[in-house]
């Protein structure tokens, strides 16, 4: 089979079989801190038939199953695109910029294509991708996905090295204010870097184990972090405070207080990242320990680029 083909007898039925390689163990995918989306390269689709599982494949280029992309939402809102087996989700990036954050699920550069071009006939300028490592950049640029922004990416044990514990009224939060966490976000962080509700609600879901974590001070939220962990690394997925609260410790004490929760969720290791030129941010972070990794995030785009805020 060569690049663009979708191997299936069926599409969209539930018993097909998908061969794929996926970087488990490798350090690259420990540090992700966006390992929940699992792009994944594909490279066959079977299904099996009988007793002896004997294995037919009928090939079928992705401009034959155009026609059956299936779209369920309606833009611009979150939308599920499908073709057969392959599979991705769109949403605004945030609340400013209506263009789309894809996450491709399932699927190869043809269909990361079609999504796109159905995407760019909803009217949207650009698309981008989610951060993302080098090695799961390929799919993006063959389907025609260019650089857009760097995120340097941070680490640290979390067993043998000393950190401050929080005694500063940080709390875990099991109901989360999310209009005023969104809020604390929308100050601390503008333009295209903000995040929208959904974008807040899906860095508290990425991980099967994660915490918000909250400042408050008089009777609103004044700073909030959310982490994650999958398997022994805990993620720093964001971090914020509000401006007017500058100053007070406030960063200190809600990053010394996920590092405590990862501490006692038994992590190993803490990973975040930060754009390059906050060096704030970095400054606060190498105070509590954190050295840059050898690798960076790679957010892409396709179409128009959009001016940083």
């Known amino acids: 089979m060569h690049e663009g083909e979708l191997a299936a007898l069926d599409l969209g039925r539930p018993d097909l079989h998908h061969i794929e390689t996926r970087l488990s163990n490798s350090q690259e995918y420990r540090l992700d801190p966006l390992t929940a989306l699992r ?3 594909s490279s066959v689709v079977t299904q099996s038939r009988g007793m002896a599982r004997n294995y ?3 090939v079928l280029t992705l401009a034959q199953v155009d026609s059956l992309l299936r779209v369920e939402g309606s833009w611009p809102g979150t939308i599920s695109l499908s073709a057969g087996w392959y599979r991705a989700r769109a949403r605004p990036w945030n609340e400013a910029i209506a263009d789309p954050m894809l996450r491709l699920e ?9 999504v ?4 760019h006939g909803q009217g949207v300028e650009t698309v981008y991708s989610p951060a993302l490592y080098p090695s799961a950049t390929d799919v993006w640029r063959r389907a025609g996905f260019d650089d857009f922004v760097s995120l340097e990416i ?32 929308r100050l601390a962080f503008e333009g295209f ?14 991980n099967r184990t994660s915490a918000v974590l909250v400042a408050t001070g008089k009777g609103k939220v004044s700073g909030y972090a959310i982490v994650g962990m999958q398997w022994s690394t805990v993620y ?18 809600l990053l010394a207080s996920a590092l405590d929760w990862g501490v006692r969720s038994s992590g190993n290791s803490m990973v975040l990242n930060v754009r ?28 128009q680029p959009r001016l940083l805020n």
């Open 39 to 41: 792009v994944t390269r």
């Open 56 to 58: 037919n494949l009928h």
């Open 106 to 114: 399932r699927g190869g550069a043809d269909f990361l294509r079609l």
């Open 116 to 119: 796109t071009a159905h995407l």
């Open 154 to 185: 941070m680490e640290r044990p979390l067993v043998g090295m000393p950190f401050p514990i929080n005694d500063t009224g940080v709390l875990i939060e099991r109901r989360p204010d999310w209009e005023q966490i969104l809020e604390v976000d």
């Open 193 to 206: 870097w903000g995040m929208s509700r959904l974008g807040l609600r899906e860095a508290q879901k990425t």
């Open 236 to 253: 720093l997925h964001r971090i914020a405070v509000r401006p007017e609260e500058g100053g007070r410790g406030l960063g200190s004490a």
């Open 276 to 303: 390059p030129e906050n060096t704030k941010a970095k400054r606060l972070y190498e105070r509590m320990g954190f050295v840059s990794a050898t690798t960076a995030l790679e957010v892409l785009r396709h179409g």
